[in-house]
């Protein structure tokens, strides 16, 4: 396209470079860009620290009237608007924390065409003077941030976005740009369908983040093992240790206070003061360890942070790309490390059975569980696996825990076999459901209290499995809950079998089973505490 009139795609550049004083595009933005400049629609695909603000910013400068950005990150707004301000650039934003007059300032200073951008809580646009305010104005843009929070599908769902399909049917002429770094084929075509998006142009990103060095090890003693990571690769260096529960954000971070590391907690239950105070020390100081529930983390432009350490499982494989993605955005060497183990699985399932909602909400949590579980357990690089599930391919990287010490494979049909009949025989004989603890038990034939009250020695899979020991089998659970032959559920964590399950018993099914990389994690010396 030529424009014959209107705003040019030099103006684009002119932009880049006298207000935000950048030399070139990346990757996209140029294309992105000139697309919303000549008034269309885009939905934009890109990862965490690919430069997305860019992409609706430099379009809103140039176009006439108002930018209006919609985001749901209330607490960075102020942040982002001082940013702006900092380059001259003509901000404002609405939200809940506003006082009165300090909206009626926004309010006026848009009406008066003073402003370039207006950034709104989703919340705003479900209020009718906040649509008759916009009426009055020149708006020159929509931006729709974080835009997987449209998704239902999605692992951020806010059920204000779905009132922005409704931008589109009130301002039909102004272009709409979403944005998200979350793109699993189910969450994109969502967005495109809930926000009218259909007819916009799609602009897809490499989500490949080479500079990451993705790991995943076996969780045995999880603050052990972080600290031993900390000190021997990452002394003195910013990260974030993301945990499951507000309680165990407080004790991992007191923990590494009491071993000299500087950390800070982050959670939901901390007071709002405390929370804004630790998370603009972690931005603005250097080396500290923030501790937090993912509550934490969400549109932190932090550019060197050098690790996030998950020492629990992630619900979803977008969660989990999300979170480790906030390492590394400066393009400089950086590890995303995952403890995890048999519990997570089982803690996360009972989550998921007692969590509200319908059973599709609850069979839709199971499948994200069952595909990080998948990526847990894989045996080749985590990276292509990890852009599989967006639906990239690649090749093996050469830069993750599996193409740097292959692990090696074997063949588990048999010990699978021998677990799942014991889990069968209890079920066909006594009418009994049991945890992992008690069936390795009795594949081990440990007499333990426990055993000799269910009379379990006297079963003929009693010690049948004691060529492997108690952590090979606990792997071996957990691999075949990855793989879909065996299910856990309820409060004891209960195993059951699968419709798959009977493939193995009656050997039409080999199964493959990684070996456990245990013994070369516990040769190596721990850091003296
Ligand atoms: P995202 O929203 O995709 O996570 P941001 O828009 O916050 O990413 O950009 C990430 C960082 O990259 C920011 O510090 C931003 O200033 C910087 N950046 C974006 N575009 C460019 C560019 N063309 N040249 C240099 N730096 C850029
Ligand atoms: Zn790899």
């Known amino acids: ?59 809103a400068l140039v176009r006439d009237g108002v930018g209006v950005v919609v985001s749901p990150l209330i607490a960075l707004m102020q942040d982002q608007v001082d940013a702006l301000t900092a380059l001259g650039v003509r901000a404002g934003f609405l939200n809940s924390t506003q006082d009165h007059d300090e909206r009626r300032q926004v309010e006026s200073a848009f009406l008066a065409g003073e402003l370039d951008l207006l950034y709104l809580a989703p919340e705003r646009l479900r209020v009718d003077s906040t649509l008759r305010l916009l009426d009055r104005g020149t708006i020159s843009l929509f931006a729709i941030d974080e835009a997987h929070c449209v998704a239902q599908w999605g692992h951020d769902f806010r059920p204000d976005y779905l009132a922005l399909s409704a931008l589109h049917e009130r301002w039909p002429d102004v272009p709409r740009i979403a944005l998200t770094a979350t793109a699993t084929e ?55 240790v993301y945990c499951l529960s507000r309680s165990s954000v407080e004790k991992t971070a007191e ?18 003061r405390t929370r804004a105070a630790n998370q603009a020390r972690f931005l603005r100081e250097d080396g500290l360890v923030m501790v937090a529930t993912i509550a934490f983390g969400m549109g932190i432009d932090k550019p060197d942070v050098r690790f996030v350490a998950h020492l629990d499982l992630p619900k979803s494989v977008e969660g989990y790309y999300q979170e480790t993605g906030r390492a590394g955005r400066d393009g400089l060497p950086s590890v995303a490390w995952l403890a995890y183990g048999l519990q997570d699985v089982v803690q996360q399932r009972k989550m998921i059975d007692t969590s509200e909602g319908d059973e599709t909400h609850r069979r839709r949590l199971g499948t994200h569980l ?40 074997w063949d588990g049909t048999i010990a699978a076999q021998k ?81 798959a399950s009977a493939e193995v018993l009656s050997r039409q099914r080999q199964v493959l089973l990684r070996r456990e990389p245990e013994r070369a994690a516990r040769t190596r010396s721990e850091p003296s505490a």
């Open 255 to 272: 923990f590494l206070v009491q071993n000299g590391i500087s950390a800070l907690p982050y959670h939901a239950g901390l007071d709002a």
């Open 419 to 499: 677990l799942l009949s014991t889990v069968l025989r209890l079920l066909r004989e006594r009418r009994q459901k049991f945890g992992a603890g008690q069936i390795i038990d009795i594949l081990l034939g440990r007499k333990t209290p426990k055993v000799t009250q269910f009379d379990h020695h006297s079963l003929t899979v009693f010690g049948i499995g004691t060529e492997l020991g108690e952590a090979e089998w606990r792997g071996v659970v957990r691999q075949l809950l990855a793989q879909g032959l065996l299910t856990v559920e309820g409060d004891y964590g209960t195993l059951l079998l699968t419709e």
């Open 1 to 59: 396209v030529s424009p014959v009139s209107g705003p040019e795609v030099s103006d684009a550049l002119r932009v880049l470079h006298r207000v935000f004083g950048y030399d070139s595009f990346r990757e996209g933005q140029q294309e992105i860009i000139d697309h919303v400049v000549a008034g269309g629609d885009a939905l934009v695909l890109m990862p965490t620290g690919g430069g997305k603000s860019l992409c609706y910013q430099i379009p």
């Open 186 to 240: 189910a969450t994109h075509a969502e967005i495109a369908s809930r926000l009218n998006l259909e007819e916009a142009r799609h602009f897809v990103s490499s989500f490949d983040r080479p500079n990451i060095q993705y790991r995943i090890a076996p969780k045995n003693e999880p603050k052990r093992q972080l600290l031993k990571l900390l000190r021997t690769e990452h002394p003195g260096d910013a990260g974030i």
């Open 370 to 409: 069952d595909a990080m579980l998948a990526l847990c357990e894989a045996v080749e690089c985590r990276r292509v696996r990890l852009l599989a599930y967006f639906g990239q391919d690649s090749t093996a990287c050469g830069n993750c825990d599996t193409c740097l010490t292959p692990p090696e494979s």
